[in-house]
């Protein structure tokens, strides 16, 4: 099969990034996660396929969605549109019937062409920035066949690739795109085994040992972690990352404060959202907690 008849499930791709990785970038997100954080900000990332998102706002209550809804995965709850996305067979029926553009796609299946075609048209600023290409998501080793023939087509091209993982994957998936991949970008949630499952359905030991395991065999890894108000954000839990980095021979590590862009996001796939009205997190915040990484030896940065 030619390389480019390969395929994935992807639900945006945003260029002139700078946060994620070095110089300008372009970032290719994937859909599909194992991890389900309570205080996500791309929710929508977690199904594998498309979804169909409703915003109340926009709606005029004439359920012509409903109507023309072939799978009858469209109901009423009250007032609210509800979608059943198991259901749900991504026809775009219902998106494409609503008078009011209150219903909208996440995620659609785009080809290795297709995203090579807008990855390369800001080649001149990854390299006059030393920057390059991001697999991001959700996780993108949700999806290992496509992230991999991705990162191969961009080191074809002499692009520097990144790949923002949970690292809650099985070790011989990463064997096979470690190759291709120039940096790491390694989320870490908890310190802590079982509070790691009470915020996001899994342990961490899987991402412990990866994130040693990518270490020691020479790759570049920048640990990654969210700062979430009341899970992980006290001095006890400083001290307790960083344990968990020094025991990986991590040396740095960035600091992400809690934020809420999210937020809406939950509204329109009518979920709830545990962290509503939670107040963001600054820099100035978080300080204490910097600090004790700083004094453990670590380079900890915003």
Not at 31 to 53: F, I, T, Y
Request: charged share 25%.
């Amino acid at each position: 099969m030619d390389k480019y008849e390969k395929s994935g499930i992807i639900f945006n791709i945003q260029k002139f990034s700078i946060h994620d990785g070095p110089g300008i970038r372009t970032v290719v997100f994937f859909k599909g996660c194992p991890l389900h954080c309570r205080w996500c900000a791309n929710p929508e990332s977690q199904l594998s396929k498309m979804q169909v998102l409703w915003d109340q706002r926009e709606c005029q209550g004439c359920q012509s969605c409903i109507a023309h809804c072939p799978a009858q995965a469209i109901s009423m709850e009250g007032q609210h549109i509800v979608i059943n996305h198991d259901q749900c067979e991504g026809c775009l029926s219902c998106v494409n019937h609503c008078p009011k553009a209150a219903l909208k796609s996440e995620g659609k299946k785009q080809s290795l062409e297709e995203i090579m075609k807008v990855c390369l048209q800001d080649r001149v600023f990854y390299e006059e920035s030393g920057g390059g290409i991001t697999l991001s998501g959700g996780e993108a080793m949700a999806q290992p066949e496509f992230a991999l023939v991705l990162l191969k087509a961009c080191k074809e091209e002499g692009i520097h690739t990144a790949i923002e993982t949970t690292g809650y994957v099985d070790t011989k998936l990463l064997d096979m795109v470690r190759p291709y991949v120039d940096l790491f970008l390694f989320d870490i949630k908890h310190w802590d085994a079982q509070k790691h499952i009470e915020g996001t359905g899994v342990s961490n030991e899987q991402i412990l040992t990866n994130m040693k395991y990518l270490i020691a065999n020479g790759h570049e890894v920048l640990p990654r972690l969210p700062i979430i108000p009341g899970y992980n954000d006290s001095i006890e839990d400083a001290k307790g990352f960083a344990q968990r980095l020094k025991e990986a021979k991590a040396n740095s590590v960035q600091l992400l404060p809690f934020h809420q862009f999210g937020e809406k996001k939950y509204e329109m796939l009518h979920q709830t959202y545990a962290y509503a009205e939670v107040p963001a997190l600054h820099e100035s915040d978080v300080k204490e907690f910097l600090e004790v990484l700083i004094q453990a030896g670590i380079h900890a940065f915003f």
